[in-house]
């Protein structure tokens, strides 16, 4: 709870910086987002008596990106990161048809943007490094071909973090071209993956990379 509580707060005080900061600088962007440790794929052992291992897995999706960058000094800016993803998955176990999984994130996340050397915060150009906090609000949900099982959906609120590299630079105009590489890793919430059951998921942590490439204003 302290944790999520330090996580809003860092979020908050990125809302509000436009009463201090210089012009902001808005970005919109793709991202390949590839899953990474368990949330690539995770073996639970047999549970109970009788009971078969299983096997649950996400599969690589794309995202979308929108963010507002607020440059406080020539290499420092602080920046809203808002992120939505959708990712399926499956859960297979031997002897046993196989269920799809859906996992749906939406992030918003307050974040530092350091650029060293020549980079500019206030311009947006040249490479910068990154880190933050999140609040990842997700859905777990399951589907299966017999209409007499309906799966589950549950939702969970956690925490996460980000941390990552870019470089951004101008090809015409007033443009920037972003290209940014980061990594997204569940930081609470980890407990609550358990053993997959037919009424409850498995609530993996969204541990992904996420490639991301767009523009900014």
């Given amino acids: 709870m302290k944790k999520a ?7 908050a005080l990125t809302l509000a910086l436009p009463l201090a900061a210089q012009e902001p600088h808005i970005g919109v962007g793709l991202s390949l987002s590839i899953p990474t440790g368990g949330f690539s794929n995770t073996n639970y052992v047999p549970s109970g008596p009788g ?32 992120y939505a993803q959708t990712t399926s998955g499956q859960d297979t176990a031997p002897g046993y048809a196989s269920y799809n999984l859906q996992h749906q ?3 918003l996340g307050g974040e530092a943007q350091y650029f060293p050397g ?57 443009w920037r071209t972003t290209a940014e590489i980061a990594f997204h890793k569940t930081l609470t919430g980890i407990s609550d993956s358990a053993q997959p059951t037919a009424y409850a998921p498995a609530a993996s942590p969204a541990d992904f990379l996420r490639l991301t490439y767009g523009v900014v204003f």
């Fill in 5 to 11: 509580r330090v996580a809003t707060l860092l979020i």
């Fill in 51 to 82: 009971g078969v291992g299983s096997s649950e897995g996400y599969d690589t999706t794309v995202g979308g990106q929108f963010t507002v960058s607020f440059p406080v000094s020539q290499p420092l800016a602080l920046r809203l990161d808002l």
């Fill in 105 to 107: 994130l939406f992030s």
């Fill in 118 to 174: 020549a980079g500019d915060a206030y311009r947006h150009r040249g490479t910068y490094l990154l880190g933050g906090l999140s609040l990842d609000l997700e859905n777990f949900s399951s589907s299966y071909g017999d209409p007499s099982w309906t799966g589950y959906n549950v939702n969970k609120t956690r925490m996460g973090g980000l941390v990552g590299c870019g470089y951004s630079f101008r090809p015409f105009g007033r």
